[in-house]
């Protein structure tokens, strides 16, 4: 399987996770996004919050004042003991000494994220951006745990509950196999059912804040000597369906510095709970090949039953793997399944003295090279695999639809398309010459030319190209600096000058630049470009990292954001060490405060944001109080 086709599967199975009819299991879900991450780490599906289906829920949409982030996981102790050692590395470089620093661990709830603002409203997590408002749930009986205070949590069902009076019973033609297929029925009815009633008669159906339920706190040395234990304790402690525990460190100037991804907060990290285990012969190794030219080893299996789902093959992420752990048919493996969930390669049982590394592409049959730990295929455009995976991820990118997976296979088998640009030269007659039918091929060719005449960032035009280490949000960083029409000849120098980039992915990504050159050329040439960079005397703002936080008077906050970023700002999510200025309107974001004040962040109020935006050529910011904390000084 390809990549966009893996990516299509995962948003897939998400959509039917969120609307309450799973199809595969936790664990074979993170299997396959754990897939993703091995052979494409910078996918966009995989640096974004897990978004909520279209249509499930019925209520106004409603923009976050602040992201509501998925939480990274971690199936075994050794990631954990990363986690604890990245946070304590943190700790020193603020000048926190080991022993003050604090963990806590609360049991991670299996149900639907939910944010409530202490005054009768509750929203869905939806795109962790934009959630919808479900706040006719409280009316219907939905309970909120706790003093009601504002804040996030999980809306769930008591487990005893549901075990006694719904699991398996058959609902609109469907039975009840999990406690969140039940919630999102509930939250979604226009009418109660008869066993919605019952749960809310029971006082069953709850949102619980995560401030209301267990928590064991300590340093890192007695949360890893006794993790089992911990986790054992707070599930089995827990009135709701729970599938490991959430570990987070408590320092709110260790949050602030460690920040966040746009999916995940650094901070913090879910400890998946184990599962069963079998140990299986493998029956041979099938190779892949992902569109940036990666092989990716497949371990197929004698089928095993685990946890309920018949197991026929999993990953051994890449080839250094099969290698060294000598896994060949006839190896022993033994499975683990985690969080409910799919396999994973727990340990080697009896390794085989016959691997097999390939010389040759299994798909083009070219020269395979080592890079790290990677095999890798350096045919490009001669190797089909790679052209349809590569040319699915630039249309998905572009938003060009009608592309997908059978389509660019076919036009990629057929020699109709073979780089990015002939998608813009790929006529109707040639579409239908080329095996499409007439009405596919006429959605087609209005596809591509809706993308052409309608204006599109720059940053998603450089992304669409696949340069590794080279993502939307590296992207955008470049673009502020050099215009995608202006990359030619472009040095390592120039790239590893702006900040967040390294000095090895900086001659990589220049390397790569300039081999793409012509074709980013004849891209450009067909499509309505909006430039991320401006004259530098039009970007008052450059250099600036600004939050906003709160409601505001002149304007709603995504407006003001979106000013700031035409004036050259780079407008963050969260505070952490990089921010230059948080801008606080009303009610603002107590974390975002506090971590604004332990790292000596300058704030400003919106009527001192204002004046001094208007003061246009800026020269300084105003004179306002900033200090810095003592302990890094």
């Not at 974004?48 to 939480?71: A, D, Y």
């Not at 033994?334 to 390794?351: N, Q, S, Y």
């Not at 790292?599 to 009527?607: N, V």
């Amino acid at each position: 399987m390809n990549i966009e086709a893996l990516a299509a599967e995962l948003a897939e199975d998400n959509r039917a996770y969120r609307a309450g009819n799973p199809r595969i299991t936790d664990h074979e879900y993170d299997q396959k996004v754990e897939k993703l991450r091995e052979i494409y780490p910078a996918h966009p599906f995989l640096n974004q919050v897990e978004p909520e289906p279209e249509g499930v829920f019925s209520g106004e949409k409603v923009r976050h004042q602040t992201p509501m982030l998925s939480t990274k996981k971690a199936y075994n102790a050794e990631e954990i003991d990363t986690f604890i050692r990245s946070v304590l590395q943190t700790a020193q470089a603020l000048g926190i000494p080991r022993d003050g620093v604090r963990f806590r661990a609360t049991p991670k709830l299996d149900g639907l994220s939910g944010r409530y603002d202490g005054a009768g409203h509750l929203y869905t997590r939806g795109n962790g951006t934009e959630g919808q408002d479900i706040s006719n749930a409280l009316a219907k009986g939905l309970i909120i745990d706790g003093p009601g205070n504002p804040g996030d949590g999980e809306i769930v069902v008591d487990e005893q509950f549901f075990q006694e009076h719904l699991y398996g019973k058959t609902f609109n033609g469907r039975p009840l196999k999990h406690p969140r297929n039940f919630m999102v029925g509930f939250i979604g009815a226009d009418t109660l059912g008869e066993h919605h009633r019952l749960a809310v008669a029971a006082q069953a159906a709850r949102f619980v804040p995560y401030t209301e339920i267990n928590q064991v706190t300590g340093d890192s040395l007695s949360l890893l000597e006794n993790l089992e234990e911990i986790s054992r304790t707070l599930r089995n402690d827990c009135a709701y369906r729970t599938d490991g525990i959430v570990i987070e460190a408590e320092d709110p100037q260790i949050k602030a510095f460690l920040g966040a991804t746009d999916s995940h907060h650094r901070w913090q990290i879910a400890y998946k709970t184990k599962g069963e285990t079998a140990d299986v012969m493998v029956r041979e190794v099938t190779w892949q090949v992902g569109r940036t030219g990666r092989i990716t080893p497949v371990i197929e299996l004698d089928p095993v039953e685990l946890s309920g789902a018949v197991i026929q093959r999993v990953t051994a992420h890449n080839a250094a793997t099969v290698k060294a752990k000598g896994i060949a048919p006839c190896t022993i493996i033994r499975l683990i399944r985690a969080g409910e969930v799919i396999p994973t390669m727990d340990t080697i049982i009896k390794p085989s003295g016959q691997v097999k590394i390939p010389d040759l592409c299994p798909c083009c049959s070219g020269p395979l090279q080592w890079e790290g730990e990677n095999l890798i295929c350096s045919a490009g455009v001669l190797c089909q695999d790679q052209v349809e995976g590569a040319m699915e991820h630039f249309c998905q990118t572009l938003e060009i639809e009608g592309f997908g997976p059978k389509i660019v296979e076919k036009l990629v088998a057929e020699n109709g398309i073979r780089y990015f640009s002939d998608v813009f030269t790929l006529g109707l007659e040639e579409c239908i010459a080329l095996g499409i039918s007439p009405g596919v091929a006429k959605n087609l060719a209005k596809a591509v030319d809706n993308r052409k005449k309608t204006p599109i960032d720059d940053w998603r035009v450089l992304a669409a190209f696949g340069i590794r280490n080279l993502g939307r949000g590296d992207a955008k960083n470049l673009l502020r600096h050099i215009r995608i029409d202006g990359l030619n000849g472009i040095t390592t120098e120039f790239i590893r000058g702006i900040e967040g980039f390294g000095p090895i992915t900086s001659g990589q990504i220049a390397g790569d630049l300039q081999s793409n050159q012509d074709e980013i050329h004849r891209v450009v040439r067909h499509l309505h470009i909006v430039h991320s960079m401006d004259d530098a005397g039009q970007k008052p703002l450059q250099g600036e990292k600004m939050v906003f936080t709160g409601t505001f008077q002149s304007a709603d906050r995504k407006t003001l954001e979106k000013t700031a970023e035409d004036l050259g700002a780079t407008v963050q999510s969260g505070v952490n060490a990089g921010t230059t200025l948080l801008v606080i309107g009303d009610k603002p974001g107590a974390k975002k405060t506090t971590a604004a004040e332990s790292l000596g962040i300058q704030t400003m109020d919106e009527g001192t944001y204002l004046d001094w935006i208007k003061s246009v050529p800026l020269t300084s910011k105003p004179a306002i109080h900033k200090s810095a904390p003592e302990s890094l000084f």
